[in-house]
């Protein structure tokens, strides 16, 4: 009888080779995990000897790919630290829900006058060089920010208020989206240099069950432009680039695959689109990316999460561009023995 609670074993060694034919939508040659973040209960779980020191960024880093070599993964998503536009700025109450308006700190353009931007230049990418040796060989880094476009200028502004600031002052709203876009853009062009970064996530929330949050005009005008950029530089540079964003999405796929070009998206959630549709809508387009519902995860039996894993896994044999995950990350309330199940999917068919 299986233990779902047990730690799987992989087999073999990591090689990004693997997500990357699937982010080039071909078959990898053994089933392929992928997972934006995991949870600190499974870094206490599967990395016991490495204490977690949030005032250590290297030691965290070290024990986040420890982690994933761990699980089988071929990578390791990391934040370059000392970058981020709202750390110490917006505060909010620690509470389970708050407004999005909660804690926002530019109004006016006086206000914007006033803000202290971060430097993209000032994050420590020279950790990105430091943890290139402590890779396991075939391992690589893929790289995310401290949010996305839209997201921190959510943070900055409030949601309600950014949306009374385009009808009452576009062009106010517009330097603030410039302010937030272009350093991001610094960000993710200096990443992307470095030889141990395989890949970047653009990371930003656009949607929620019904609908995008902005109208699909505004977000060509204010948010789409800069990963546009985003992707041409890392195009450049050889580095493929996942989009991960909740949320609608259908309205915005031709943008997403056809102007700003991202690789592969992520993000899924059975109440909009299973995976097992989207994959047969878009793959042929566009990479797809975990998909097992978070809320399937968590309710559902170990048996039934491993057995609908498997399935998808079948249905992707052999047409690529698919690698295994959940719809949108392992927050600590997955419980652990569901998280297994999907993965000890992928790794019992290695």
């Known amino acids: ?70 699980l089988g993964y071929d990578y390791v998503s990391v934040i370059v630290p000392s970058f981020s536009f709202s750390e110490g700025k917006v505060l909010r109450r620690q509470e389970k829900s708050v407004s999005l308006n909660e804690g926002s700190i530019i109004h006016t353009r006086l206000d914007l006058s006033a803000f202290l931007w971060p430097d993209p230049q000032a994050a420590l990418y ?31 502004v409030g949601f309600e208020n950014l949306c009374l600031m385009i009808a009452d002052d576009r062009s106010l709203a517009e330097d603030i989206f410039c302010e937030v876009g272009s350093r991001l853009l610094h960000y993710f062009k200096l990443a992307s240099e470095h030889a141990s970064v395989g890949a970047l996530i653009g990371n930003d929330d656009w949607g929620f069950k019904t609908h995008t949050m902005l109208s699909p005009v505004d977000l060509r005008h204010f948010v789409f432009p800069w990963y546009k950029q985003i992707n041409q530089v890392a195009h450049a540079a050889g580095k493929p680039v996942i989009l991960h964003s909740c949320g609608h999405f259908t309205r915005i796929i031709d943008d997403i695959i056809d102007d700003m070009h991202f690789d592969a998206r992520h993000s899924y959630e059975d109440s909009i689109m299973p995976v097992e549709e989207a994959y047969e809508r878009f793959h042929a387009r566009i990479a797809i990316l975990g998909g097992i519902d978070v809320d399937f995860v968590c309710r559902r039996s170990s048996e039934e999460v491993y057995a609908r894993s498997m399935a998808m896994l079948e249905i992707t044999s052999g047409r690529g561009g698919y690698a295994l995950g959940t719809g949108n990350s392992v927050p600590e309330y997955v419980p652990d023995e569901g998280y297994f199940a999907m993965i000890r999917a992928a790794l019992d068919l290695r």
């Open 1 to 70: 009888m299986t233990d779902w609670n047990a730690i799987p074993s992989p087999k073999g060694s990591p090689d990004f080779n693997n997500l990357l034919k699937v982010l080039q939508r071909q078959e990898p040659d053994r089933p392929t995990l992928f997972e934006f973040f995991l949870n600190e209960r499974l870094f206490q779980r599967v990395v016991p000897e490495i204490a977690a020191n949030p005032s250590d960024p290297r030691l965290q880093l070290r024990r986040t790919i420890r982690t994933y070599q761990r």
């Open 126 to 156: 020279s950790l990105l060089d430091e943890l290139a040796d402590e890779l396991p060989a075939g391992m690589k880094l893929i790289v995310y920010s401290p949010d996305g476009v839209f997201e921190n200028v959510v943070d900055l």
